[in-house]
């Protein structure tokens, strides 16, 4: 049964932390037109209707950065909430340590790869800065 409220929709969000062998995380700035641009957040985006956490990840990770990865190669890690004015955020983390193909950005955005201590010098949307002391005190 679907009861209609006033509060803002659900958007779920599925994101990963790129590790690679240097235990550096990929991040990428949003490029301009976006909302939020600027800021620096975690490769992944919004679950289509139908996908799974991971099948979103696979899909998002293909078309932001030119990687192909499977299910099995993301460890779930954590997940935050967010309330923001036009909607109520649930995102999920995981971790991959494993992808074929070069990191590339096919959306204009400007990628880095940094030490998880070095996460707090990036300005991050609000939902995403929970995520940096957990990531840091874990890796």
Not at 34 to 42: D, I, Q, R, T, Y
Not at 87 to 103: D, P, S
Not at 113 to 134: G, H, R, T, Y
Request: glycine share 6%.
């Amino acid at each position: 049964m679907l009861v209609k409220t006033d509060n803002p929709p659900l958007v779920l969000v599925s994101a990963c932390a790129l590790l690679d062998s240097d235990g550096r995380i990929l991040i990428a700035q949003r490029p301009k037109g976006k909302s939020m641009a600027g800021l620096w957040e975690f490769p992944g985006g919004k679950l289509e209707v139908g996908e799974s956490p991971e099948q979103a990840l696979i899909r998002e990770l293909k078309e932001e950065l030119a990687i192909e990865t499977e299910a099995s190669c993301f460890a779930p890690f954590t997940f935050t909430s967010h309330s923001y004015e036009e909607f109520n955020l649930l995102l999920a983390l995981f971790l991959c340590r494993k992808w074929t193909g070069i990191v590339t950005p096919l959306e204009s955005q400007v990628i880095k790869w940094v030490k998880p201590k070095s996460l707090k010098n990036f300005d991050m949307p609000p939902a995403d800065k929970p995520l940096i002391a957990m990531l840091r005190d874990f890796l």
